[in-house]
Nanobody, 119 residues
Framework: QVQLVESGGGLVQPGGSLRLSCASS????????MGWYRQAPEKQRELVKS???????KYADYVKGRFNISSDNAKNTVYLQMNSLKPEDTGVYYC?????????????WGQGTQVTVSS
């Protein structure tokens, strides 16, 4: 069974930085996108930033210029560099790897890592 293992969350002061990492426990073939989502308290999970194998990126407007995503499809790893963090960035961050299959796409999720931005 494939597991996505995340690391790098924690407590940081406003203006600080964190780097989240995610790796798959087994090789996932035909990955369409890799990315990060977050869920703030009492809110729905939402896309933070994702990247396709071809390098196309999607992201939430509020992370523009602050968060960078990098990935290695061959190694099934994805990273999120978060800079200039704000209190509103607080939440649980989930790694996602979306696999293309002949019948559609399939999502793999990590267990989530807590990010708290507070002074």
């Amino acid at each position: 069974q494939v597991q996505l293992v995340e690391s790098g969350g924690g407590l940081v002061q406003p203006g600080g930085s964190l780097r989240l990492s995610c790796a798959s426990s087994r090789t996932i073939f035909n990955i369409y996108t890799m990315g990060w989502y977050r869920q703030a308290p009492e809110k729905q999970r939402e896309l933070v930033k994702s990247v396709t194998g071809g390098g196309s990126k999607k992201y939430a407007d509020y992370v523009k210029g602050r968060f960078n995503i990098s990935s290695d499809n061959a190694k099934n790893t994805v990273y999120l560099q978060m800079n200039s963090l704000k209190p509103e960035d607080t939440g649980v961050y989930y790694c996602n790897m979306r696999q293309w299959t002949p019948s559609g796409t399939y999502d793999y999720w990590g267990q989530g890592t807590q990010v708290t931005v507070s002074s």
